[in-house]
Nanobody, 124 residues
Framework: QVQLVETGGGLVQAGGSLRLSCVAS????????MGWFRQAPGKERRFVAT????????FYADSVQGRFTIHKDTAKNTFDLQMNNLKPEDTAVYYC?????????????????WGQGTQVTVSS
């Protein structure tokens, strides 16, 4: 089992920045991939960004490419999402997720462990 805890959400004006942090504990040595997803009210959970835990290549949703950046520290088991130039449409609950399996990078079903989520609200 892996436990994930997100922090860093909040309220920010459009154009502002936030940094979300995810701390992993438990059987983290088995982690193959970590990702960030988000879910707006009334909508399905959607892919934001992902990276192989022991790799360097990150992948981003088109909607956040160039604005969001993954930062990971495998020694500290932290996985952050730096969000710049935020837009009202970025408003959602953001979830950190991980999996020990090799699989599709952007499918929520490919991830086995999830954090509790952190609310991000961007005002216009």
């Amino acid at each position: 089992q892996v436990q994930l805890v997100e922090t860093g959400g909040g309220l920010v004006q459009a154009g502002g920045s936030l940094r979300l942090s995810c701390v992993a504990s438990g059987r983290t040595f088995e982690t193959y991939r970590m990702g960030w997803f988000r879910q707006a009210p009334g909508k399905e959970r959607r892919f934001v960004a992902t990276i192989e835990w022991r790799g360097e290549q990150a992948f981003y949703a088109d909607s956040v490419q160039g604005r969001f950046t993954i930062h990971k520290d495998t020694a500290k088991n932290t996985f952050d999402l730096q969000m710049n130039n935020l837009k009202p449409e970025d408003t959602a609950v953001y979830y950190c997720a991980s999996t020990p399996r090799v699989g599709p990078t952007s499918w929520a079903s490919a991830y086995d462990y999830w954090g509790q989520g952190t609310q991000v609200t961007v005002s216009s």
